[in-house]
């Protein structure tokens, strides 16, 4: 597979100032300024191939953002190398910028007061793009994003998942290779964030579009990629497909039953989570007992009526990976 | 090639020019702050001038003189905060990763935004200077170099609102500055009294400073004409040049500052 990011030993890290709080100790540090060290990223490396969707998540402050601003060149790294299809960031930022585009979903690239449309014929002009080309382009876009109905709308007056649209489809105006989305679905309610999702995957799939997302939201991650990495304190500390996380990480599972009789299991690697009359609920630990295991002990002693296997929400995983960094 | 950078930025003026008409009450409120400036001021100068000129100005020559100065002062877009703010949230960025230059894509920003204030301001204050004092020291050549002049003026006052937004990259708290700038303009500038008022040695030292060249230059050249204009306009390019070069330079060093700060 062909690859189209490159990252190798990337670090970045400045000096920030460290003043106590108080009057005296303003005045203290105007004269003595005391500066502290923050690396915040230090010595990443991984690459990104051509057609995939990658989630690169973490949580606040973790360096997601400093990463994103070196691979589109706005940061300098303080050392490593970045190669994002075939050009160095830093040195050829204006180059690149027509190769990529960008979502920032708490930032907004429209104009508030005028229609969608406004902004984007201005970014095709930014763009520096043909006529014909654009306005063949925005047809393309207008269709596949349904946004005919709002597109003479000012800005002001659309939902945030009108806008959210909006901004993913300007942002393909110039029909970038890499998309970098940063935190697409943010603040989106569970309907238009399956929607927004859906276009990405389409997006990916009909136009090979390869996706550097960053996103708080699990369910982004789950629904839309195959492999992840995850950075805490500037560091990477996971790196992997999204099933390889599930599988490496699924070693409980949650079984919901409904028994004829009372049973109380007593076997290692079995905690009781909920018990109600005969309705029963447990966390089976699978590195000490198969479902197997627990299954039969149940039969043994009654029957079933109703049961079910649940594994363990992506999101808690998510958090076991951060506790752990 | 050159066409299709230009045309970007004549797209973010447009844009500008277009959002801008969605505050067409602003305008208003602008209007009623500028008349009550005349009123007020006419007052003042027909004390002042009672017992004939000063320095070459009449009554009626100060009070087109001061409509003028206000109409460029009122006009100025003030986007050092936003620009400012943009440095310290870094959202500045959002900015960098677009193919376009930010200072051009501010000054397009900016032009467009004054240019509608200014005329607005020349158009008004002219329709009260001349329903009130029947008389109107201007010719159609004076306006028309007067304009290119307010223009430059204008761009030269941009490079200020640059530097201070600028600033927001070494400095956490800018505003300072601003009120600092917008005293220079008052005084040196010559927004309320002409430079010619005063004594030689301070007349001298305007002469060497950009702010007379934001408002005194260009409201001197509506009522001077061609003379004027020769006189001050290479003056004001070259104010053009040394400021504006140096904000170039100086926000190639800023970048790198973000890279410091950034993340």
């Not at chain 2, 066409?3 to 801008?20: A, E, H, P």
Request: glycine fraction near 6%; hydrophobic fraction near 45%.
């Amino acid at each position: 597979m062909e690859k189209v990011v490159e990252v190798s030993d990337l670090a970045k890290s400045f000096k920030t100032k460290v003043k106590k709080a108080g009057l005296k100790e303003s005045f203290k540090s105007l004269i003595h300024p005391v500066y502290k060290d923050v690396k915040a990223v230090q010595d990443i490396s991984f690459s990104v191939e051509k057609g995939e969707i990658l989630a690169f998540i973490g949580p606040n402050g973790a360096g997601k953002s400093t990463t994103i601003k070196m691979m589109t060149g706005i940061l300098y790294p303080s050392h490593g190398t970045v190669n994002v299809l075939g050009l160095i960031p830093w040195k050829s930022r204006k180059k690149l910028s027509y190769k990529i585009g960008s979502v920032f979903g708490q930032k907004s690239q429209m104009w508030f007061h005028l229609p969608p449309e406004d902004s984007f014929h201005l970014m095709a002009d930014i763009y520096e793009l043909d006529r014909i080309d654009y306005r063949n382009k925005l047809t393309e876009l207008v269709r596949r994003f349904q946004l005919e109905s709002f597109m003479h709308q000012p800005v002001r007056k659309l939902s945030l998942g009108q806008r959210i649209r909006c901004e993913i489809a300007v942002s393909l105006i110039h029909s970038p290779e890499i998309l970098f989305l940063d935190e697409p679905t943010i603040g989106l309610d569970v309907v238009v964030k399956n929607q927004i999702r859906d276009l990405i995957k389409d997006l990916n799939q009909r136009n090979q579009l390869t996706v550097f997302l960053t996103s708080h939201d699990v369910g982004d991650v789950e629904k839309l990629c195959r492999r992840v990495i995850v950075i805490d304190h500037g560091k990477l500390i996971l790196h992997s497909t999204v099933n390889e996380l599930k599988h490496a990480y699924l070693q409980t599972k949650i079984l919901s039953l409904k028994l004829e009789d009372v049973y109380t299991p007593k076997i290692q690697g079995v905690t009781i989570l909920k018990q109600k009359g005969t309705g029963l609920k447990l966390e089976v630990d699978t590195t000490q007992c198969s479902l197997q295991q627990i299954i039969d002990d149940i039969i043994k002693n009654t029957s079933i009526v109703d049961m079910m296997i649940s594994e363990t929400p992506m999101e808690e995983i998510i958090e076991t990976i951060y506790n752990g960094s | 090639m050159a066409m299709k950078s230009l045309k970007k930025y004549l797209t973010i003026f447009q844009i500008t020019f277009v959002n801008d008409l969605m505050y067409t009450r602003n305008f208003i409120g602008q209007f009623m702050f500028f008349g009550l400036f005349l009123f007020v001021y006419s007052f003042l100068w027909r004390a002042v001038f009672k017992d004939g000129q000063i320095e070459g100005f009449s009554f009626v020559k100060m009070m087109w003189y001061f409509m003028f100065t206000e109409s460029i002062m009122l006009a100025k877009f003030v986007f050092h905060r936003e620009m400012a703010q943009d440095i310290k949230t870094g959202d500045i960025a959002y900015h960098l990763n677009k193919p376009y230059s930010y200072m051009l894509f501010m000054y397009a920003k900016y032009m467009s935004s004054s240019l509608v204030r200014m005329f607005m301001n020349l158009l008004f204050g002219s329709v009260i200077l001349f329903v009130t004092l029947h008389e109107a020291p201007i010719t159609p050549v004076n306006l028309i170099l007067g304009v290119f002049s307010s223009i430059t003026g204008l761009t030269i006052n941009f490079t200020f609102y640059f530097l201070i937004g600028m600033s927001a990259f070494w400095f956490e708290e800018n505003t300072a500055f601003h009120f600092i700038y917008s005293k220079f303009l008052f005084t040196v500038g010559g927004l309320f009294i002409p430079i010619q008022f005063f004594p030689d040695w301070l007349k001298q030292l305007s002469d060497k400073l950009p702010f007379m060249y934001i408002l005194n230059a260009p409201a001197k050249v509506y009522i001077e004409g061609v003379d004027e204009f020769i006189r001050v306009f290479p003056l004001q390019l070259l104010h053009v040049c040394i400021w504006g070069g140096l904000i170039g330079m100086l926000f190639i060093v800023g970048t790198k500052k973000l890279a410091i700060n950034g993340g």
